[in-house]
């Protein structure tokens, strides 16, 4: 049984960086794709993108391009880093992972509240 | 992409059934068949028990089932629990690896 462990900074400024990192227990680091979510207090979950063992990654087009998602497959880890954070990034963070070929999310991280505040 | 359109809530007694309606468009729901959904409690994370509109991972309930007509999804989960209380949320692919997301229906069983 796959088991995603996450962590961070939980508390930010405006401007600074957000870095979080999940590692993947019990499981194949292979043949996933690996994401990153958040959902911002009151609204809608949004995918911010994934990346495979291979470093291929993808991003929602609809968020802004300071997001880079990395893997570590030497460590069973990814990595999620956000420069230059405001208040609007405040949300509850999240790892998942996705088999390839069916676009869902089997496993999911307990969820990082980020809170951006001066 | 806008988020996909949920009920905010619902609510039954126990061993009713209830659908909920997952609405998006042309360009997620109504072209891909990559419809999931997941079962949210607080303070935890997500839980998947539907994926591909129908389909249920391993271990998940046959109480939850799923649906798909036009650019509308549904979740019907039948024989209602206390066990059920939760937040449910839909998702679907909408093209170039996107995933969209649902706002969120809170379930309370009465």
């Known amino acids: 049984q796959v088991r995603l462990q996450q962590w961070g900074a939980g508390l930010l400024k405006p401007s600074e960086t957000l870095s979080l990192t999940c590692a993947v227990h019990g499981g194949s680091f292979s043949g996933y794709y690996w994401s990153w979510l958040r959902q911002p207090p009151g609204k809608a979950l949004e995918w911010i993108g994934e990346?495979?063992?291979?470093?291929?990654?993808h991003y929602n087009p609809s968020l802004k391009s300071s997001f880079t998602i990395s893997a570590d497959t030497s460590k069973n880890q990814f990595s999620l880093k956000l420069t230059s954070v405001t208040a609007a990034d405040t949300s509850v963070y999240y790892c998942a992972r996705t088999p390839y070929g069916i676009a869902a999310f089997d496993s999911w991280g307990p969820g990082t509240l980020v809170t951006v505040s001066s | 992409q806008s988020a996909l359109t949920q009920p905010a809530s619902v609510s039954a007694s126990p061993g009713q059934s209830i659908t909920i309606f997952c609405s998006g468009t042309s360009g997620d729901i109504g072209t891909y068949d990559l419809v999931s959904w997941y079962q949210l409690h607080p303070g935890q994370g997500p839980k998947l028990i539907i994926f591909e509109v129908t389909k249920r991972p391993s271990g998940v309930s046959d109480r939850f089932s799923g649906a798909k007509s036009g650019n509308t999804a549904s979740l019907t989960i039948s024989g209602l629990q206390a066990a059920d209380e939760a937040e449910y949320v839909c998702c679907s692919y909408a093209g170039r690896s996107t995933r969209i997301f649902g706002g969120g229906t809170k379930v309370t069983v009465l």
């Open positions: 990346v495979n063992d291979g470093g291929k990654t």
